[in-house]
């Protein structure tokens, strides 16, 4: 059964379309990655699941309900989740105040709590820095604490729109891991925006390829590893 089914979604800025009509899907368990050139509206198509950008047609079901415009509030608080591009932590906030944040959709305290320490346990770059601000991390340790932030959520879907941008290569190894490890820790299935086409081949089981807005080529990994 399908968690998650976009179809056909169109979404646009004032006159600009964006999205042409994207349909694709995402089981309970799986990571599904979405490649494709720069500018081709895979961002675009993320903030729509989340309920940042608003569809102009189409629909998105995720756990057999319509949750077509509902707002990124109500989103969150259904778990799906996004961990945008550009590690758009707070730099002004420590890193345990930042996963706190993270917690915002959920009044389950006492579980906040125990899971502060799992995620500080799993993060252990970030166990050491809990009570210094975002901004004194380097690049590689705000994408760890990006991803830390949406895992405290509780995410059924977490969205990563290019997680390993601008990281080093060692960095990118443990993103990967990560990543790989998100499924079973969290239970949350995970839709990858990547521009790192070898670690988005390398991660997920199917993806979709989106040029101009549209979805062009779909399948197992193993088909678009040949067109990429
Ligand atoms: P991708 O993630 O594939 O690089 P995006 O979804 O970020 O693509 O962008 C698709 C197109 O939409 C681009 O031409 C981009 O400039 C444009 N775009 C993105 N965000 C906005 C915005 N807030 N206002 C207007 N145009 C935007
Ligand atoms: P994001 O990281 O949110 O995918 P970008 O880093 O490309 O998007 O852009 C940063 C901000 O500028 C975002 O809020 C995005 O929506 C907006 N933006 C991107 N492209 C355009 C555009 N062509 N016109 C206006 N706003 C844009």
Partial sequence: M?????????????PTIVNRGVSLTLAKGEIVTILGPNGAGK????KAIVGLVKPRA???????DDVTGLSADIM?????????????????MTVEENLRLGAYPRR???????????????????????????????????QMLAIARGLMARPRVLLLDEPS??????????????????G????ASVLLVEQNAGLA???????????????????????????S
């Fill in 2 to 14: 399908n968690l998650l089914a976009v179809s056909d979604v169109v979404t646009g800025y004032g």
């Fill in 43 to 46: 961002s675009t198509l993320l």
């Fill in 58 to 64: 189409g629909s998105i079901v995720f756990d057999g």
């Fill in 76 to 92: 969150a608080t259904r778990g799906v989740v996004l961990v945008p591009e550009g590690r758009k932590i707070f730099v002004d």
């Fill in 108 to 142: 389950d305290d006492d579980a906040i709590e125990a899971d502060l320490a799992t995620m500080l346990a799993f993060f252990p770059i970030l166990a050491t820095k809990q009570r210094d601000k975002g901004g004194s991390l380097s690049g590689g340790q705000q």
């Fill in 165 to 182: 941008l601008g990281l080093s290569p060692l960095l990118v190894k443990e993103i990967k891991a990560i990543i790989l490890d998100i």
């Fill in 184 to 187: 079973e820790r969290f239970g």
């Fill in 201 to 227: 081949l390398s991660l997920a089981s199917r993806g979709y390829l989106m040029q101009n807005g549209r979805i062009v080529v779909s399948g197992p990994i193993a088909e678009l590893r040949d067109m």
